[in-house]
C-alpha cells in the first residue's frame, strides 16, 4: 500500500479556486488509479473525482466543467484543480489510491471551506 499526503485545503470565498494536491509514497504509483472524495458535516462521503493508471478520468455530476483532476506520476501526485467554488464544495477532501489488486488506500483528510 502506499501512503498517502493531501496539502492544499483552506477557506477561499465563492468563485474562487484551490489546488489539493495528494503525494504518494511508493515506486509503483503510476500503476494506481486515484481518486478524491469529500465528506461534508453530517454527510456521506461522495466521489468527487478519479483517473485511472492511463489517465482516464470520471467526475460527479456535481463538480463537471470546475474541477479537474489530473496526475504526474514523475512525482508520485495526484491533484484536483477547484474553479468556481460553491459553498456546498466545503467539505473534508480525502485522496484515494487503488492498487491493481483493489487494495484502497486513504489520506488523512484536507479541509476546504467555501464562504458565501
Known amino acids: 500500500q502506499v501512503q498517502l499526503v493531501e496539502s492544499g485545503g483552506g477557506l477561499v470565498q465563492a468563485g474562487g479556486s484551490l489546488r489539493l494536491s495528494c503525494a504518494a509514497s511508493?515506486?509503483?504509483?503510476?500503476?494506481?488509479?486515484m481518486g478524491w472524495y469529500r465528506q461534508a458535516p453530517g454527510k456521506q462521503r461522495e466521489l468527487v473525482a478519479t483517473i485511472t493508471s492511463g489517465g482516464s478520468t470520471n467526475y460527479a455530476d456535481s463538480v463537471k466543467g470546475r474541477f479537474t483532476i489530473s496526475r504526474d506520476n514523475a512525482k508520485n501526485t495526484v491533484y484536483l484543480q477547484m474553479n468556481s467554488l460553491k459553498p456546498e464544495d466545503t467539505a473534508v477532501y480525502y485522496c484515494t489510491g487503488r492498487n491493481p489488486i483493489l487494495t484502497d488506500s486513504w489520506g488523512q483528510g484536507t479541509q476546504v471551506t467555501v464562504s458565501s
Open positions: 511508493g515506486s509503483i504509483f503510476h500503476f494506481y488509479a
